[in-house]
């Protein structure tokens, strides 16, 4: 009704408004239903926030709208901007009332909105609030809800003990997960089962998107709120993160390691990753104009230039933390890319690549004979076919923390520990200082 009200207001026309309204409400209903096949996600309050992006990046994006539904909103667009210019009406009293109408429904909504978000108990749950409630109402809940959410609680950071690695790398691994578990004629990758016989913790990383949503693993293993905390704010937790800086692993961890070196081979706007990470203790950064296009494999820079770009700030430096976030296995995965039958066959042939940057990495600072400790994990699974509209599916990517020249008695955990990425952080805490 306020939609309608404010294209009465905008064209003086009722059919016109009705019109508008109704293919507003199916534009939403269509981009939660590609969301869905995509990502296993109806739409969340903070998908809008994505729209600069797409505009910046359509690539990541246009993967998921099939070539028939983009001509169609192509030729709807045009169709509408027709009407507009032709069917327009210069009626000052249905212009007025249209104004009233959205001003008086506004008013309703605001107070249904208020009163709805007094009753919420139980957190948000997507997939049950838009099945029970509707996809709008669990819309403008949920950014009424986050609006109101309390800051989080300030975090100190932790002294140092005798026993700390001397530095640590974390490798954020782009769509980096075990082939066997995709598909059963894929091998397992050879460096990720040896790793995992001499890790000091392995496992499986259990994070909350699938096909995407790196930035909510990337908050997690890097600020360790866990999605409880976060409330409302987990759907996107980059858009909230500069208001808790204190739990960002370099400012946990600053009387361990002076220089915090953030390194990803991509635009440091997208996320807003240029202005959050000053914020989270990051002194030392590498972005996208450290590369080259020699550089690059497939659409994206290659994890073997971006192992040669951290292994030179290794031999370098000591005493430091790496936080290093991979790009060259991101998709969309399509046929022909890295000259492959398939984009399953292209994503399989990227993560043999991700296996052979931790053979890499593991076999340097074993021959290096410092005490770095290593911590590699994939930040989400591919999607690399339309995923069913259930709940339950399975989300876990591998993750290995390795310390091959530490201390004795911190080499081998024979057995696997699930965690989710705040936990994964947790663990970094406690591997660095126990």
């Known amino acids: 009704m306020m939609a309608t009200g404010i294209f009465l207001c905008l064209t003086g026309v009722i059919w016109l408004s009705l019109l508008l309204s109704a293919i507003l409400m199916g534009l939403l209903v269509t981009a939660s239903n590609l ?163 001499e890790a000091v913790q392995w496992g499986r990383l259990l994070p909350s998107g699938l096909g995407a949503y790196t930035m909510r693993s990337e908050y997690g293993v890097l600020c360790g709120d866990d999605e409880e905390m976060l409330s409302y704010r987990r759907f996107d937790p980059f858009l909230t993160a500069d208001q808790s800086p204190s739990h960002a692993l370099p400012n946990r961890l600053k009387h361990f390691y002076e220089t915090a070196l953030f390194l990803h081979p991509y635009d440091l706007r997208f996320y807003g990753r240029n202005r959050l990470l000053p914020l989270w203790g990051f002194n030392d950064v590498i972005g996208r104009e450290c590369f080259s296009e020699q550089d690059r494999v497939g659409p994206y820079v290659g994890d073997a230039a971006l192992t040669a770009r951290l292994l030179t700030y290794l031999q370098k430096n000591d005493h430091f933390l790496a936080y290093c976030v991979t790009i060259e296995n991101h998709g969309p995965w399509k046929k022909g890319r890295l000259e492959q039958s398939s984009g399953a066959e292209a994503w399989h042939q990227h993560v043999q690549n991700g296996d052979a940057m931790l053979r890499e990495l593991l076999a340097e600072i074993k021959g290096s004979g410092r005490d770095i400790m290593l911590v590699f994990f994939g930040d989400h699974r591919p999607a690399l076919e339309a995923l069913p509209a259930v709940e339950g599916l399975e989300r876990g990517t591998p993750y290995v923390i390795l310390r091959p020249n530490g201390p004795e008695g911190s080499r081998v955990s024979s057995e696997p520990v699930d965690v989710t990425p705040a936990e994964l952080h947790r663990s970094i805490l406690h591997h660095v200082s126990s």
Request: charged share 20%; hydrophobic share 50%; aromatic share 8%.
């Open 35 to 197: 969301k869905l096949r995509l990502l296993n996600e109806p739409l969340v309050f903070t998908d809008f926030a994505l729209i600069d992006a797409f505009m910046k990046h359509p690539r990541f994006y246009l993967q998921g709208i099939p070539p028939a539904v983009r001509c169609v909103v192509v030729a709807g667009a045009a169709g509408v901007l027709y009407l507009l210019a032709w069917a327009s009406s210069l009626s000052v009293g249905l212009r007025l009332m249209g104004c009233i109408e959205a001003v008086a429904v506004g008013l309703c909504l605001w107070w249904l909105l208020a009163r709805g978000s007094r009753s919420d108990e139980t957190g948000p749950d997507v997939w049950r609030d838009v099945r029970e409630g509707g996809l709008l109402p669990t819309l403008l809940l949920y950014a009424w809800r986050c609006r109101e959410l309390a800051p989080l609680p300030v975090r100190p950071a932790l002294l140092r003990t005798a026993a700390a690695p001397e530095s640590v790398i974390v490798i954020q691994c782009e769509s980096f997960a075990d082939p066997a578990e995709l598909k059963n004629e894929w091998s397992p990758l050879p460096e990720l089962v040896r790793c995992r016989q």
